[in-house]
C-alpha cells in the first residue's frame, strides 16, 4: 500500500475539546500517481453534505506536508472529496470517501483513496482472488463477494478487507444483500446469512415459485431498498421467475410474460425493473414486440414494452437517464453485425408506440457484460471476450475506448460503488480495481 507523503489535518471542535483528525490519502497498490506526467499542482479538498452539496476546506499547492482543514463539528456527518488538478484546472486525480461523523476521526487516521480519473487503480488491502464471483454491496459501504461457499467482506470505509470470513450455509449461485444480511440462493434453496453475528438459518420459499427457479440470476436493488433475483439473466434453463424481498423483508415471487435465459435487468427510476433479451419471442409467442418487460415499482405489475424480441444472451443494462437505458454486450443478438452486438439506447419514454432505439457506435465483443452508468451519456462495461478475458471498456454514443486492466482478469465482475461515478472490478485475478469518472 501506497501512501501520499503528506496528511490533512482536521480540527475536530465540540463542548471546548478539539482533538486532531488525520486524513491520510492512500493510492493503494498504485505508484507515482502524483509524480508521473502530466503532474498536479494544487490539491483540493471538499466536504460533501448529505443531499451532495461541496464546500471547499482546503487548497494547497503540490507537494504538501501537512494541510489544514480548520474547525468540524464533531455531531456532522460528511463525505471527503479530493482533487489534485493542474495548473488548467484539470483534475487529474481525484478520491471520495463515504460518509462518515466528523467525531468518528478524532485521534485516527482515516483514509481516503485517490487515484488517476478515467483508470482502474488497486485498491489497498485486497482479499483473496474469487473466480466469477457473486457480488454485493451492503449498508452502503461493504463490499461482499462469494464464489461457492467462499467469501470474503472489503469494508469501502476503511479501505480494507475484514478478517470476519462469512459463512454461506450453500453454494452461492445468487446473493442478494439486504441490511445486515446476505441472502444465498442454490438450486436447493436460500440462507439467510445475519452479517453481524456470522449465523445463517434457512429461509423459506413464498408460495407460486421455488428457488430452482431463479438459482444462477442477477440482483437488482431499488433506491428505497427492494430486491429483485431475476431468474432469466442466468444463462441457461430459461425462467419467467423473478424473487422480490421488499424494504420490509416480505418475499414474494413475480413471473414475467415470456421464460427467459441470459437476459439482462436493471432498476428504471419511478418506472421500475427493466428485463431485456433472453428470447426469441415475446409473450404469447410475438414475433414483433414484447423483447423488454417492465416490473412496476409499486404494484409488480408486469408490462410488455414494443421493442423487438431479441434472444441475446449475456448483455448487460444500465439507466442512463429516468427515461433511456443501454443495453450492451452479449452473443446471439438479431441486432448484431458479423457477430458482434452493438449498444443500443431504448428510450422508455417513446413505448406508448414503438420504443425509440439509437444504435451507439462499435461493438464491444463480448460475450457475456456488466455495465454501470456513470453520466447521462457513458457507462463502465466489463466482461468476458470470446476467449473468456476480462476487458473493460467506457463507452458512449460517440466513443467506445477500452481500459486497460491493471492485471489479466477470467471472468471478473463489475459492480457499482455507493460513491458517484464510481465502479470496481472484482474477482478472477488478485485485487479490486476501481474506476472512478
Known amino acids: 500500500m501506497r501512501r501520499a507523503a503528506f496528511a490533512l489535518l482536521a480540527s475536530l471542535a465540540s463542548c471546548g475539546e478539539a482533538p486532531t483528525g488525520t486524513i491520510a490519502l492512500t493510492t493503494g497498490e498504485e505508484i507515482e500517481v502524483f509524480s508521473r506526467p502530466p503532474a498536479p499542482t494544487t490539491l483540493v479538498v471538499e466536504a460533501l453534505d448529505l443531499e451532495g452539496n461541496a464546500r471547499e476546506i482546503a487548497r494547497a499547492p503540490l507537494p504538501a506536508d501537512v494541510i489544514s482543514l480548520g474547525d468540524m463539528a464533531r455531531t456532522d456527518i460528511g463525505a471527503f472529496r479530493v482533487r489534485a488538478i493542474d495548473a488548467e484546472n484539470r483534475a487529474l486525480l481525484k478520491g471520495e470517501s463515504l460518509f462518515v461523523q466528523y467525531g468518528a476521526l478524532a485521534d485516527t487516521v482515516f483514509e481516503v483513496f485517490v487515484q488517476r480519473s478515467g483508470e482502474l487503480a488497486r485498491l489497498p488491502r485486497p482479499p483473496a482472488a474469487l473466480e466469477a464471483p457473486q457480488i454485493g454491496v451492503a449498508l452502503n459501504r461493504y463490499l461482499l463477494g462469494a464464489s461457492g461457499t467462499a467469501g470474503f467482506i472489503y469494508d469501502l470505509l476503511l479501505l480494507r478487507t475484514l478478517d470476519f470470513v462469512p459463512a454461506f450455509g450453500r453454494p452461492v449461485k445468487s446473493l442478494a444483500a439486504f441490511g445486515s444480511a446476505a441472502i444465498a440462493i442454490d438450486e436447493g434453496g436460500a440462507s439467510t446469512l445475519d452479517l453481524s453475528r456470522n449465523v445463517s438459518q434457512d429461509l423459506p420459499a413464498p408460495d407460486g415459485g421455488n428457488f430452482d427457479e431463479i438459482a444462477g440470476g442477477a440482483t437488482v436493488t431499488s433506491p428505497n431498498g427492494d430486491v429483485y433475483v431475476v431468474g432469466g439473466t442466468r444463462p441457461d434453463r430459461p425462467t419467467a421467475r423473478v424473487f422480490v424481498i421488499t424494504k420490509d423483508g416480505e418475499t414474494s415471487f413475480v413471473t414475467l410474460g415470456v421464460a427467459r435465459a441470459g437476459a439482462c435487468a436493471t432498476w428504471m427510476l419511478d418506472r421500475g425493473l427493466f428485463v431485456f433479451g433472453g428470447s426469441a419471442v415475446g409473450p404469447g409467442g410475438a414475433t414483433d414486440t414484447g423483447g423488454a418487460e417492465l416490473v412496476d415499482h409499486v404494484s409488480r405489475a408486469v408490462t410488455t414494452l414494443n421493442v423487438p424480441p431479441d ?50 457506435e462499435g461493438e464491444l465483443g463480448l460475450v457475456r457484460a456488466d455495465a454501470v452508468s456513470i453520466l447521462t451519456d457513458a457507462a463502465i462495461v466489463a466482461g468476458d471476450d470470446a476467449t473468456g478475458a476480462t476487458r473493460v471498456f467506457r463507452a458512449s454514443p460517440r466513443e467506445l475506448r477500452e481500459i486497460p486492466l491493471k492485471v489479466p482478469r477470467r471472468g471478473a465482475r463489475l459492480v457499482s460503488l455507493p460513491m458517484r461515478s464510481v465502479a470496481a472490478i472484482v474477482g478472477g485475478g488478485p485485487s479490486i480495481e476501481q474506476y472512478l469518472e
Open 311 to 360: 434472444p441475446v444472451k449475456g448483455c448487460a443494462a444500465t439507466p442512463l437517464t429516468r427515461e433511456n437505458v443501454l443495453v450492451v454486450g452479449g452473443s446471439g443478438s438479431t441486432a448484431a453485425s458479423g457477430g458482434l452486438t452493438p449498444p443500443r439506447s431504448i428510450n422508455l419514454a417513446t413505448c406508448a408506440g414503438a420504443c425509440v432505439i439509437d444504435r451507439w
